[in-house]
């Protein structure tokens, strides 16, 4: 990771305000995410929404219990830089230091896994998103606004609000910024002995993701029935679908590292999977009807050279 990542061009520490939005693509409803600071620096994570896409923007911020927080909220500038950034030591080219108009699709380098999430294994851009607005938060998980667009419970049943893994990361690197951010002059305060210390703690978290065998009581089936609020009479039931598809996908997010799946069968399966689970969870909701969505986009998905980096970067034979 290079020093140039906390290096952030003409971004005050302080007194932003940050807005959140999401767009109709792939013919879907609420398919992307992305955050605004000051009205005019977007944070689209993987790919910026083409003019012909639907946007709507700025639309409603809510608190961890859902508590409607109005649609701009007070953020630190460079805390959210910082957390766009927290990735793979993926080489960048020719960064753009205002990045109005950001689209990693157009660039030489290709994809990054922005905010640390390595896309449709840790995350998509709805918990990309909200680990933008974790700037806007007091540095603990509890307090972070969120951005929850009508889709956002269809990924946050399996990723979280922030992403696998990053729950514990986030205040961290939340507490590394502010300090850098109130010294930036200082070259003594770019920490980064201490970036690449969680770094390192959060490829152990992938790492052991990949490795190990999905437990009754992982913390993904933990999130899901805290997200969910599950009944102790639907417990049993939810936990056998979750525990399905979890084993399912982490086999399939283990071939894809090591490239012995191909991307159409890894979406596929994914996907069919995990509306197993959302159709029994729309039955407990005692839902009118059930319509199957994709938990993973194909047209978002990066190549196949992305997760090989992936591979070599984490050390995965």
Known sequence: ????????????????????????VFYLKDAHTY????????????????????????KQIYSPDKTPLGTEVDCNLYIARGLAEF?????????????????????????????????????????????????ASKGTIDSAPLNWPDNFDNSQKYFGRHGLGLDHILPLMYAILEKRSKNIEDPATILEDDVKELQEAYYGSIRKWLDTT??????????????????????????????KFASIKQDLDNQLIRGTVSMKEYLESVNKSHNGLAELMASIKNCASFEPTNLIHPAQMPDSAYYEFIKETLGIK
């Not at 000051?38 to 700025?58: G, M």
């Not at 990045?99 to 994809?111: A, C, M, P, V």
Request: proline share 6%; aromatic share 12%; net charge negative.
């Open 87 to 135: 990735k793979f030591p993926y080489p960048r080219k020719d960064p753009d230091p205002t990045r109005r108009h950001y689209s990693d699709l157009n660039r030489e380098d290709g994809y990054k896994d922005w905010c640390g999430i390595i896309y449709a294994i840790t995350g998509v851009c709805h918990q990309m998103c909200n680990v933008i607005l974790f700037s």
């Open 35 to 58: 955050t605004v600071i000051d009205k005019n620096i977007y944070f689209h994570c993987y790919w910026t929404a083409e003019i012909d896409d639907e946007l709507f923007f700025p």
């Open 214 to 243: 999905i437990q009754k009581d992982s913390p993904h089936i933990e999130t899901l029935l805290r997200n969910f609020l599950v009944s102790d009479e639907d417990k049993p039931s939810v936990i056998d679908e979750f525990h």
């Open 1 to 24: 990771m290079s020093t140039g990542q906390f290096e952030v061009s003409g971004a005050g520490p302080t007194n932003s305000k940050i807005q959140v939005g999401v767009s109709n």
